[in-house]
């Protein structure tokens, strides 16, 4: 089992960065493909961005290409998601996931993080 707790939400200016972390406990967190979800209010929870176990293989929404990235450190038991050029459209709750497999999925995921919130202003 894992748990991950989410960090690194709050308010920024359109056109800004921030820095979501994922720490996960529990079991290695290089036995998991990890990812970034998103729900904004009134939306459907959407893919972000996922990573391979040993981070060899990532994949990203269209919608964030070029902008946001993910990376994880396996020594630290944590997961990253680099934002930048924020807008509001990037408005919404993010969620950490995980999944026990090296194979990169948009949907199916084990355990998720309860959540952090970014706001962004125009």
């Known amino acids: 089992q894992v748990q991950l707790v989410e960090s690194g939400g709050g308010l920024v200016q359109a056109g800004g960065s921030l820095r979501l972390s994922c720490a996960a406990s529990g079991r290695t967190a290089s036995d998991y493909t990890m990812a970034w979800f998103r729900q904004a209010p009134g939306k459907e929870r959407e893919f972000v961005a996922a990573?391979?176990?040993?981070?060899?293989?990532?994949k990203y929404a269209d919608s964030v290409k070029g902008r946001f990235t993910i990376s994880r450190d396996n020594g630290k038991n944590t997961v990253y998601l680099q934002m930048n050029s924020l807008n509001p459209e990037d408005t919404a709750v993010y969620y950490c996931?995980?999944?026990?497999?090296?194979?990169?999925?948009?949907?199916?995921?084990?355990?998720w993080g309860r959540g952090t919130q970014v706001t962004v202003s125009s």
């Open positions: 990573m391979s176990p040993a981070g060899a293989n990532t």
């Open positions: 996931a995980a999944r026990l497999s090296g194979l990169i999925s948009i949907t199916m995921y084990e355990y």
